[in-house]
């Protein structure tokens, strides 16, 4: 069975061919950091105009680089939400055009669902497990028990840990995405200059708040002095802000873990690709002997091999037919 992914919540255009649930026969991911990069952040109306633009070649590279023919497509797997409406509409849209030329059906997946389940695109690894899905719209805690089967454990009550990234790196002049050149400052800097603030909320809880934070990094940007009074560098900065996210994260996906009895953890989004979160996670995650896994980086980040992977589940759970493409709608705050 071929499974047509189509993705663009935010601001990457991406379709894949996935054959029979496991075989990706195609990944293009069409970015747009160059477009958003001297806004600090995606401007919406521009991520949904460049969408329009390379929806379609996007479709057709994924198309061709399968060595398939359109015709052959069996089932479209389309990201409905959450995500920036006007990016959403684009995939969407596109999705159901060509379900009604093609006479295939076309499912609705949710993007968080991709994200969850994104492991699978290069191992299939035992139920249950904990997931941190962590990236530029949402930092969350699932438990994992199944394709279709997921708990919310907890989630940010503010920022996302990816913006939190992009914000800082913002304030430092640094350019989007802020994440990979934090990452790349922090390596030379020392993550113990300065010990911003780490917050855990209250006992027991599994959310997660990054606003105060960001205040912290703004303030001390004015005069970069730390409690010796040394002036610290971006790069010092860049660590000890990197550790106090990467301690967080850490340390709340190892109480679920705990709270829900779990010996298996998966580290996904685009944060995930962050190397000193990785290193830590499976130290930590390892001395209580709990298996963390991470996709690879092109798996973690917005792609539709994940959206297509999902589909295929989903359609073997309940199969739509194609009266279901004219019937979805683009939902910006969909829950998963
Ligand atoms: O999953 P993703 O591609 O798109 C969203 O759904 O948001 O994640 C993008 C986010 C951005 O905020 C970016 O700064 C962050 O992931 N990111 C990183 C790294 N690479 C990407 N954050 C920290 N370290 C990285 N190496
Ligand atoms: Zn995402």
């Not at 809880?205 to 105060?212: A, E, I, R, T, V």
Request: hydrophobic share 40%.
């Amino acid at each position: 069975m071929y499974v047509l992914g189509i993705e663009t919540s935010c601001d990457e255009t991406a379709a894949s061919v996935v054959k029979d649930g496991e075989h990706i026969l195609s990944n293009v991911i069409a970015g747009q950091s160059e477009i958003h990069s001297r806004y600090g952040g995606v401007v919406p109306e521009l991520a949904g105009r460049a969408h329009i633009d390379h929806i379609h070649s996007v479709v057709y590279s994924a198309v061709v680089e399968a060595n398939i023919k359109l015709s052959e497509v069996d089932l479209i797997a389309v990201t409905q939400g959450p995500g920036l409406a006007g990016s959403l509409l684009v995939g969407l849209n596109f999705a159901k055009g060509l379900a009604y030329a093609l006479k295939k059906p076309v499912i609705g997946i949710n993007h968080l669902e991709g994200h969850l389940t994104a492991i699978f695109l290069q191992e299939a690894i035992a139920f249950p497990y904990i997931a941190l899905s962590v990236s530029g719209g949402h930092t969350d805690l699932y438990r994992v028990d199944g394709f279709g089967h997921y708990k919310l454990l907890g989630q940010t009550r503010d920022d996302a840990a990816g913006e939190c990234f992009d914000k800082v790196a913002k304030m430092m002049g640094l350019p989007y995405p802020g994440g990979p050149v934090i990452e790349k400052l922090a390596r030379s800097g020392d993550s113990t200059a300065h010990p911003f603030p780490r917050s855990f909320l209250q006992k027991g809880s599994l959310d997660f708040s990054f606003s105060g934070l960001k205040t912290s990094v703004k303030n001390f940007l004015q005069t970069r002095q730390n409690e010796k009074g040394l002036k610290l560098s971006d790069a010092d900065i860049a660590a000890c802000f990197q550790t106090a996210v990467v301690d967080v994260l850490v340390a709340k996906l190892l109480s679920a873990c705990k709270q829900e009895r779990a010996c298996r953890a998966v580290i996904t989004g685009g944060v995930a690709a962050n190397s000193a979160l990785r290193q830590h996670a499976e130290n930590e995650l390892k001395r209580h002997s709990i298996d963390v896994c991470f996709p690879k980086p092109v798996f973690c980040t917005d792609n539709a091999a994940m959206i297509a992977i999902a589909g295929y589940h989903r359609y073997k759970e309940e199969p739509v037919d194609l009266k279901n493409a004219f019937e979805l709608d683009a939902l910006a705050s969909l829950a998963l």
